[in-house]
């Protein structure tokens, strides 16, 4: 996987030979199978990932039950930012519900490179802030809309998602049983 990780950030930076030394010496490609957990809640997160090839889930456990709140599949950041920035332990999980290869981001190796590649701190900067006002809209439209409207979204937005995710993982992230989402899906397919 020799200079993977160098190739996949020369798509948003500019690298001389040094910084994609320094990307390589500090981000490395694992893989992991489908089903380990990455984070635990109560877990300290130290590490950020970014996801090559597969789908990672983001759930909360409730009264038992699991809740999804996100996916994240390729070309996505997956951070438990409040516990890796804070060090506090993190109230979630995040498993991969496929096959997964994840560009891993130790929080030590990360502010090595910041002082060995200064822009790439600019490009997080502007990666979070960027992902921040996604995450606040998708709240808001959350919030504001039934769960049909969020299954038309989701169809819109991310048919993938459908393929690849199993309808109890989709129920769970769209905050519905999976019966209210088989009957949500009978009613729009008899629609058409």
Do not use: W
């Not at 997956?78 to 999980?93: D, R």
């Not at 109890?168 to 009978?186: N, Q, T």
């Amino acid at each position: 996987m020799g200079n993977e990780i160098s190739r996949l950030i020369s798509r948003f930076l500019t690298l001389t030979d040094e910084e994609a030394i320094a990307f390589e010496e500090c981000i490395p490609i694992k893989t992991y199978k489908k089903g380990e957990i990455l984070l635990k809640e109560g877990q300290v997160s130290r590490d950020s990932y970014f996801v090559i090839k597969g789908c990672v889930r983001k759930y909360y456990i409730i009264e038992g039950d699991e809740r999804t709140t996100e996916f994240y599949v390729e070309d996505e950041s997956v951070a438990s930012l409040q516990s890796y920035m804070n060090k506090t332990p993190a109230n979630h999980y995040f498993e991969c519900i496929e096959d997964c290869m994840l560009a891993v981001l130790n929080y030590n190796k990360e502010q090595e490179l910041f002082k060995r590649v200064p822009k790439y701190e600019t490009l997080c900067r502007m990666s979070m802030e960027s992902a921040f006002g996604d995450q606040q809209e998708a709240i808001s439209k959350f919030i504001t809309s039934n769960p049909e409207t969020r299954y038309k979204d989701l169809l819109e937005k991310r048919p993938d998602l459908l393929q690849r995710v199993p309808q109890y993982h989709l129920a769970s992230y769209l905050g519905i049983k999976p019966e209210s989402l088989s009957r949500i899906r009978k009613r729009l397919t008899s629609k058409k």
